[in-house]
């Protein structure tokens, strides 16, 4: 009776009509979530931001810091305790 397709629950903007520019420009539209891929993003995301953390700790632990010298340099000089003076 109708030529329009049918169009199903949670198809959202997929079952419009829109022209082929339209759908490459805005590929993630039409594209189905694939939860493999976005698993080893998150992986992959998780990885990264432990890496970034563990080294930013262990910068911190080697005990430098960084002194702006009256000519305006900046030089990393070892931290020294009192008790060593």
């Known amino acids: 009776m109708s030529d329009k397709p049918q169009k ?3 198809e959202g903007i997929r079952s419009m009509r829109s022209t082929s520019v339209f ?3 805005n590929f993630e539209l039409y594209a189905k979530p694939n939860k493999i891929i976005m698993g080893i993003g ?3 995301f ?3 931001f432990g890496y970034i953390a563990y080294m930013r700790h262990k ?3 080697l005990g ?3 002194a702006v010298k009256e000519d305006g340099r900046e030089e990393f000089i070892k931290k ?3 008790w060593e003076t």
């Open 8 to 10: 199903n629950p949670g």
């Open 23 to 25: 759908r490459l420009i």
């Open 42 to 44: 998150l992986v992959a």
């Open 46 to 48: 998780a990885g990264v």
């Open 59 to 61: 910068y911190e632990d």
């Open 64 to 66: 430098y810091y960084v």
């Open 80 to 82: 020294k305790s009192n």
